[in-house]
């Protein structure tokens, strides 16, 4: 299997990360709200996608601004 190539990373990691968060965050929220009550599985799969909806396009725009303020309270790693 090939691999994308790297500019493609700015999009693929945020991408990923609000894909798997979204999905825990919701399926706890859903399970908290109703319980497993019937159409339980519904519930949270809209859930799911109106909240990964908004979460990718936010951690794409707060990504770079939260790596560069990692970079100035953490120091770089000697060679």
Same mark, same amino acid.
């Given at each position: 299997?090939?691999?994308?190539?790297?500019?493609? @990373? !700015?999009?693929?990691?945020?991408l990923?990360?609000?894909?798997? /968060? &979204?999905?825990?965050?919701?399926?706890?929220?859903?399970?908290?709200?109703?319980?497993? @009550? !019937?159409?339980?599985?519904?519930?949270?799969?809209?859930?799911? /996608? &109106?909240?990964?909806?908004?979460?990718?396009?936010?951690?794409?725009?707060?990504l770079?601004?939260?790596?560069?303020?990692?970079?100035?309270?953490?120091?770089?790693p000697?060679?």
């Amino acid at each position: 299997m090939s691999k994308l190539p790297a500019f493609t @990373a !700015p999009i693929i990691l945020p991408l990923i990360v609000t894909f798997i /968060m &979204s999905n825990m965050i919701s399926g706890l929220a859903t399970v908290m709200a109703i319980g497993f @009550a !019937p159409g339980w599985g519904m519930a949270w799969f809209k859930a799911w /996608m &109106s909240s990964w909806a908004i979460a990718f396009p936010v951690l794409t725009v707060v990504l770079p601004i939260a790596r560069r303020l990692v970079g100035r309270i953490v120091e770089a790693p000697r060679p």
